[in-house]
């Protein structure tokens, strides 16, 4: 599974589910980095890894992002998005709000894509 963060270094998010326990005894979340090549301009690209069993508790990891996502949403117009996409098998989902219902439509997307399978699904809240 992939988590990339816009709008907010991916390190942070990476610490986030680092101290999460519930999260810690289900998935190794790891940094990756990809160099900007060379003769090119801007930052190096950064994305979490997160490399779980299959008992990963997706309640869990969807809290633990909507809590890392919550003080970082825009405060006032002109403030940057900050989103978070996960990827895996196929789907793409990505989480810009921290509102109950939409984590909870979140969780059910994901869950139902791990149960019926890749369908090339790419949904946003």
């Not at 989103?83 to 997307?109: C, F, N, Q, W, Y």
């Amino acid at each position: 599974m992939r988590l990339t963060t816009e709008g907010a270094p991916a390190s942070s998010l990476l610490q986030a589910l680092l101290d999460d326990d519930d999260l810690r005894s289900t998935a190794r979340p790891r940094l990756c980095t990809a160099p900007v090549p060379p003769g090119q301009m801007g930052s190096a690209s950064q994305w979490i890894e997160l490399v779980a069993g299959t008992g990963l508790d997706l309640a869990a990891l969807m809290v633990a992002l909507g809590a890392w996502l919550r003080p970082r949403l825009p405060r006032s117009a002109g403030d940057d998005e900050v989103t978070v996409t996960i990827e895996a098998d196929g789907m793409k989902v990505t989480l810009a709000s921290t509102e109950p219902h939409e984590i909870a439509r979140m969780l059910k997307a994901v869950e139902e894509h791990r149960r019926d399978g890749p369908d090339d699904a790419s949904i946003r809240s």
